[in-house]
């Protein structure tokens, strides 16, 4: 059992940055790929980033590709998404989620565990 929680949510202007933490607790971290998803009411939830086991592989969304990084931490059992140039697109909760498995793994359902999820807003 992995257990997940996110901060560092909030408000801020277009143009703005903030960093987001992901806390885990439980089993082993290193042994889960990470990832950011957000969701919007009425969309689907959608995969921002993932990062690998170790660190040294990423995946990003076409939309976020130059402006958001995601970085862990394994010795201190955290995931962060760094986001600048924010926009009010990037408006949404934000969950942080871990997943088991090898591979580049996109869709909600494949992942095992999930965080309660940080509100971000970003206003023009």
């Known amino acids: 059992q992995v257990q997940l929680v996110e901060s560092g949510g909030g408000v801020v202007q277009a143009g703005g940055s903030l960093r987001l933490s992901c806390a885990a607790s439980?089993?082993?971290?290193?042994?889960?790929?990470m990832a950011w998803f957000r969701q919007v009411p009425g969309k689907e939830r959608e995969i921002v980033a993932r990062i690998s086991r170790n660190g040294v592989t990423w995946y990003y969304t076409d939309s976020v590709k130059g402006r958001f990084t995601i970085s862990r931490d394994n010795a201190k059992n955290t995931v962060f998404l760094q986001m600048n140039s924010l926009k009010p697109e990037d408006t949404a909760v934000y969950y942080c989620?871990?997943?088991?498995?090898?591979?580049?793994?996109?869709?909600?359902?494949?992942?095992?565990?999930w965080g309660q999820g940080t509100q971000v807003t970003v206003s023009s």
């Open positions: 989620a871990a997943d088991s498995r090898l591979g580049l793994i996109t869709l909600p359902h494949e992942y095992d565990y």
């Open positions: 439980g089993r082993s971290f290193s042994s889960y790929a």
